[in-house]
């Protein structure tokens, strides 16, 4: 399924005969025109716009407006009328049935949405607007579409475990209000709306009281009409693994079910479950646009960095479509290095080391190590200084390739350099205190879907022994934590990874510092 942002003919056209569903917008300025519907603008709209293309372009949707609540609020009054006017226009020419009228919504027409249970829509739109659209999406069968941004919570709320945001292992969240335990922020966000579409009264049939939505009954189910992570910036919080690592939960979510409710059912929430939905509304179909296939230079700088490709068509990670094939591998992006380039010479050398020490902001390397009398200090020559100094920035960006060129006396390389000094060498191990139980589940999880080497521990091979949970949990956490750059955050796996300082041996295996 593809959205786009308008009727272009051009893309229409191109989708046609591709077997690809497609979702149309009427725009926020052409709004107020269907609302109005003189000289049936609306039935106008959909004959030029829906209609002209259908049933070539597999036209499944159309959204009125986007995210109206947020960018233009005048027109809230005017909002479900148009979507009103659109159906009928779709209905008088024979196609509604098969192209359903919804718009939608930005995350913070909620307020509070913190815990699920206490999601309310706010008191400007909760009774004008969101409980007739409710209505009308009930008796149309169409859904509604909420544009969510997990990361933008994860900002907003201090102490928030980013592995909670990225799909990774973490220990749950509790909602008091509910009794449920959530181990996503994607889980949480939606049954907060859900809680949210329960507690409108229904306005057509002027009932006070909660809105009865069943999980199987005639209730509108909440599309993912936008979702994505970006890969650049944000506090940090941006980088190509993170992206990745999202985008690979994200998927798996969808494919194989909720981890929620598989831990509600006494299953591991690190493991694979068949279960659908979200822990409050086990039986939704879980539906997803993901935003974007490009990062886009031209859009305001909070807004350019969520593509899966580059402009130049180069992915930002490696198969960044492999869940077009069904596949939820999400590995970690191979492990990569920038080192110098001793072709440019010492003076470029030097210049390029002096730019990437200067860490006055914190956002630069650190460079300490490679002062006189410090770990990295020898061999004292230019080139192995700037490639210490290059590769630190470099990992510091989330290994972003414009964080390895200082003007060509950086080049990037997949392979650990030969003699590269590491000033401060860590480990991930098991913490045996969690039991066997949590330690498979989150074995589970490093050799499966977080895509650890596991080879080594399979039986015969030469880690196998010894033949405990702790002995091999501690060899596929080191795995997965070395993959991933030791990033901060993956070793935690819901409290069973512990990182230690001194390189551990487990039976014949001492475990590795570098991917």
Not at 257 to 271: C, Y
Not at 484 to 503: E, L, P, S
Request: aromatic residues 10%.
């Amino acid at each position: 399924m593809v959205r786009i942002y308008d009727t272009d003919p051009t893309v229409l056209r191109s989708l046609a005969n591709t077997n690809i569903k497609v979702m149309v917008e009427l725009t926020n300025e052409e709004l107020p025109l269907a609302a109005a519907n003189q000289n049936n603008f609306a039935l106008q709209w959909v004959q030029s716009n829906v209609k002209a293309y259908y049933p070539a372009t597999l036209i499944n949707g159309v959204t009125i407006g986007n995210e109206v609540f947020k960018e233009a609020s005048q027109l809230n009054s005017q909002l479900v009328p148009a979507m009103k006017n659109v159906q009928a226009a779709l209905a008088k020419l024979g196609l509604a049935d098969a192209i359903k009228v919804t718009t939608p919504i930005a995350f913070d027409a909620l307020n509070p949405s913190f815990p699920p249970s206490a999601g309310t829509f706010r008191d400007d739109i909760a009774l004008s607007v969101m409980s007739p659209m409710v209505d009308f999406l009930q008796q149309t069968g169409s859904y509604l579409m909420v544009n969510f941004y997990p990361y933008l919570a994860y900002l907003a709320t201090p102490g928030m475990s980013i592995n909670y945001l990225l799909f990774r292992p973490n220990s749950g969240v509790l909602d008091t209000g509910s009794g449920q335990m959530y181990f996503s922020l994607f889980d949480a966000q939606l049954d907060a709306v859900y809680y949210a579409m329960e507690k409108l009264p229904s306005s057509s049939m002027h009932v006070g009281g909660m809105r009865k939505l069943t999980a199987g009954g005639g209730s509108p189910d909440v599309h993912h009409g936008e979702e994505g992570h970006p890969n650049k910036g944000h506090g940090g919080v941006g980088t190509p693994q993170n992206a990745q690592d999202f985008m690979a939960g994200l998927t798996r979510q969808v494919l194989q079910g909720n981890s929620g409710t598989a831990a509600a059912n006494g299953h591991s929430p690190l493991a694979a479950s068949a279960v659908r939905g979200t822990p409050h509304r086990p039986n939704a179909d879980l539906n997803v646009y993901i935003f974007a296939l490009f990062n886009e230079n031209s859009k305001p700088e909070d807004d350019q960095d969520f593509g899966l490709f580059y402009p130049n068509q180069q992915p930002v990670y490696p198969n960044p479509i492999d869940f077009v094939h069904g596949g939820t591998s999400g590995g970690p992006l191979q492990a990569s290095y920038c080192v110098a380039n001793a072709a440019v010479g010492d003076a470029a050398l030097q210049a390029a080391l002096d730019f990437a020490c200067d860490n006055r902001d914190g956002k630069r390397a650190d460079c300490s190590a490679i002062q006189p009398g410090q770990p990295c200090f020898e061999p004292d020559t230019k080139l192995a200084h700037a490639s210490y100094a290059f590769n630190d920035y470099y990992q510091k960006n989330g290994r972003d390739r414009s964080a390895c060129d200082f003007s060509g006396a950086g080049t990037i390389v997949n392979q650990a350099p030969s003699g590269a000094c590491d000033p401060s060498p860590s480990w991930c191990v098991a913490n045996a205190a969690v039991g066997d139980t949590r330690l498979q589940a989150a074995l589970d999880y490093a050799c499966g879907p977080g895509g650890a080497n596991c080879t080594d521990i399979q039986p015969g091979a030469r880690c196998f022994d010894p033949d405990t949970k702790v002995a091999h949990a501690s060899f596929a956490f080191n795995s997965y934590y070395q993959l991933r750059g030791r990033a901060t955050g993956t070793c935690d796996f819901a409290g069973a990874g512990t990182i230690v300082g001194q390189a551990p041996k487990i039976g014949n295996c001492v475990l590795p510092s570098t991917a």
